[in-house]
């Protein structure tokens, strides 16, 4: 991104953050409004996005819509008469939706029990995480850090919340004993899949326009397809994907959602594997679903696997 990119982008953001809040609000004059507000939020790996809350007498869930999906692509547009006031619109619509499904929060959601019963893990990029794991607990591995998130049901609402230090010490629990509870109730939920890709694909082709065929590359993930890479702490993963493959094997992190083994017996370069990951970081994929720039290799003698630090500059 250039610096008149970066400029425009900022001035977008500002106005948008300035003048929307009072759209919607006018938009939503037949409900009983207590404020609208815009926000810095951030995703995972250090994503920025503009969020809008809308906070409606009577209820403890404000919900909050980033605005970037709204805008278009092209900032000219922005210039045409009338923009604005269709994407304070659709945004208002989408508000008057969500708050029509929401619900008082139960007054026992805050309850120790409740939290054991809907802790889950999520598994970011160490690097590219900083400000998280200064503000919430969490659990360094390899180059990765594992937190705890809190699920919550609001009406027919979800919310994913990280669990930080205050909610620890209001259920007098430890990190590590919330933690072995977390990975317990994602081992559940989120089953474990090794196979051999070229079988998945297969699998896919009867149902979905994808074209199926050998290759040399397993699947490793989740039989839900996403956050695969919190399989990355599951207890005996490693050694798990070596008896499906046969062999030591290269790990790589495609994304959070899945990670691709790749037996030590395909004749590659290591570097060449290691650049292309880079590429489909830096090129294709959004920044908030990178895992990690690096590749590891599995030792099966030692049961042990090992980063292999890739320095791009």
């Not at 290759?215 to 702490?233: A, R």
Request: proline share 6%; with cysteine; aromatic share 12%.
């Amino acid at each position: 991104m250039n610096v008149g990119e970066f400029n425009r982008l900022t001035e977008v953001r500002r106005f948008a953050a300035e003048r929307l809040p009072d759209m919607i609000r006018e938009r939503l004059s037949d409900r009983a409004i207590e404020c609208v507000y815009a926000k810095d939020a951030y995703r995972n790996n250090g994503q920025r996005l503009l969020g809008i809350s809308v906070v409606e007498t009577g209820l403890d869930f404000s919900p909050c819509i980033y605005v970037e999906p709204y805008i278009p692509p092209d900032p000219s547009v922005l210039q045409q008469r009338g923009v604005w006031g269709r994407i304070a619109d659709r945004l208002a619509d989408d508000f008057r939706f969500a708050l029509d499904v929401s619900e008082p929060v139960p007054e026992d959601v805050f309850r120790l029990e409740e939290a054991e019963e809907h802790l889950i893990l999520k598994v970011v990029n160490r690097e590219r995480n900083k400000l998280l794991r200064e503000r919430f607990p969490h659990k360094d591995v390899l180059d990765l850090t594992v937190l705890l998130e809190w699920e919550v049901f609001c009406g027919k609402r979800r919310g994913l919340i990280h669990v930080s230090k205050n909610a620890l010490e209001h259920w007098n629990r430890s990190f590590d004993e919330m933690f072995e509870i977390a990975l317990a109730n994602t081992m559940r939920r989120y089953p474990e899949r090794i196979e051999p890709l070229g079988d998945l694909l297969m699998e896919m082709a009867k149902r979905l326009p994808v074209t199926g065929g050998s290759s040399p590359f397993y699947f490793v993930g989740t039989n839900w397809f996403l956050q695969g890479g919190v399989v990355m702490v599951y207890p005996g993963i490693f050694r798990r994907i070596y008896e499906a493959i046969g062999e030591a094997y290269y790990l790589i992190p495609s994304s959070i959602h899945e990670l691709l083994a790749l037996p030590l017996s395909f004749d590659t370069d290591l570097q060449r594997v290691k650049d292309i990951t880079w590429e489909i970081n830096t090129y294709l994929l959004e920044p908030s679903e990178v895992l990690s720039d690096s590749v590891y290799l599995y030792h099966p003698e030692t049961d042990f696997l090992e980063i292999i630090p890739t320095d791009y500059s």
